[in-house]
């Protein structure tokens, strides 16, 4: 099945190619070598070594063209560049620039006004952009320097987001319609990537268990942002079945179809009714607070899923897999954020909610490996008691040993002492 597009990145894209391309605000010589960059990334050749193989998405390319497009046109302007020549070595030009970006003294070209955030991902589209053009021109014979060595990389910006509980969950339910319910209660309950993965769910996707009465979700691979995955419904699945009976949904049939821009614009209100977040409608008639500033949105039932889940989870490993996380910074992240990050331990995390087939088998493993060392630990315990049985049975046959000596000599004794008294 074609993966849905909810932000019509591959519409948006091939109608900018079709119209000619254009990126503003840069040199003619700085335009070509990031047409070039994208060309090459629309194929999935000239890539990193290290990295995937393939075309890179839609969504990846419309962000690589915007980040570029703004670092080079704020690079002609701090640096003076015209061309990536002028860059070649400019090691420490690029250092100064990125920490004038870290420290919040580079404007977003939109704005004008507002500074860039999130360094981290520029500072990594700078880098692979780079290295990009290091291997074009030692193709041409050239050998160009990495000026990105010790360029800084990290995230250092957190956007902000909204954290509720499964109690403040039921409250929003309560508020809203019917199926604005049921794809709340699916969100928090899966922590789904939100519109991404959410709007490529289909019926088929779920399987139901008749006997424990719940659905399993499978998040197929080629809708995952990172890889697909099999999960529980352990909250909603009782309202989503009737859901899926009440509509009559076929199999092939997308469950989630609202607009996103839609939902959040509802959830935002619903949010801020019900549990007060985001800017108080005061702030709104300020032009800054229009569209309700840092209001509910999808984003926020990941999130507030992921710290539902976390306490209940036995390994890190099972709760990475149920979000489809490669790494453990956004766990370190939730729990720094629930005050656990110095105290939870794998041994506070009592309920195994999903496992991979592998993880199944290791428990199982375990458990056999526990009743095997019972038995031996009773084995063992047997053996003692027989060997401490049969010590005491030695001690006490050398107790009457001792006791039959002692008689035999008074015996023997006596019967001398007969003797030797005359008649």
């Not at 119209?19 to 040199?27: F, L, W």
């Not at 139901?208 to 909603?236: D, H, M």
């Not at 088998?361 to 027989?386: N, P, R």
Request: aromatic share 10%; charged share 35%.
């Amino acid at each position: 099945m074609e993966k849905f597009d909810p932000h019509n990145h591959e519409r948006y894209y091939l109608r900018w190619r079709e119209n000619g391309s254009p990126i503003i605000g840069v040199t003619e010589a700085n335009k070509r070598i990031i047409l070039e960059f994208l060309d090459d990334m629309e194929i999935g050749a000239n890539v990193n070594p290290s990295s995937k193989k393939g075309a890179r998405s839609f969504g990846r390319l419309r962000n690589i063209k915007a980040k570029l497009q703004t670092m080079l046109s704020l690079m002609e302007t701090e640096l003076g560049i015209t061309g990536m020549s002028d860059l070649e070595n400019k090691d420490m030009e690029i250092l100064k620039f990125f920490k004038k970006f870290r420290d919040g003294q580079l404007a977003c070209r939109w704005t004008k006004t507002k500074p860039l955030r999130a360094i981290g991902t520029y500072a990594r589209c700078f880098k692979s952009f780079w290295h990009w053009y290091q291997r074009k021109e030692r193709r041409n014979g050239r050998d160009v320097r990495d000026i990105t060595a010790d360029l800084d990389s990290r995230d250092g910006y957190k956007p902000h987001f909204n954290y509720f509980t499964i109690d403040d969950l039921k409250k929003l339910c309560n508020a809203c319609t019917y199926d604005y319910k049921v794809m709340m209660m699916f969100m928090f309950d899966t922590g789904i990537r939100s519109p991404t993965e959410l709007m490529n769910v289909i019926v088929s996707d779920l399987e139901w268990n008749p006997k424990q009465k719940f659905y399993t979700l499978s998040i197929r691979e080629e809708t995952s942002k990172t890889f697909g995955r099999k999960i529980k419904l352990l909250v909603c699945s009782e309202i989503l079945k009737e859901y899926i009976e009440n509509n009559k949904l076929d199999k092939d049939f997308q469950i989630f179809k609202k607009d996103p821009h839609q939902v959040n614009t509802y959830l935002k209100r619903l949010g801020y009714r019900i549990l007060k977040l985001g800017a108080t409608p005061e702030m709104q008639k300020e032009e800054k607070y229009k569209g309700m500033k840092n209001g509910l949105t999808m984003y926020d039932f990941r999130h507030s899923s992921a710290c539902y889940w976390l306490p209940k989870y036995k390994s890190e490993s099972a709760m990475k897999y149920r979000f489809g996380w490669k790494k453990s910074d956004m766990i370190y992240y939730y729990t720094e954020l629930l005050g656990m990050k110095d105290t939870i331990s794998e041994d506070d995390l009592y309920t195994d909610i999903t496992k991979t087939e592998l993880e199944q088998q290791i428990e199982l493993k375990g458990k056999e490996m526990e009743l095997m060392a019972e038995k031996m630990e009773m084995q063992q315990t047997q053996m003692a008691t027989q060997q401490s049985q049969m010590e005491n049975q030695d001690k006490k046959m050398k107790e009457m040993m001792e006791i039959l000596r002692a008689l035999q000599l008074e015996r023997m004794v006596e019967e001398k002492l007969v003797i030797q008294t005359p008649r």
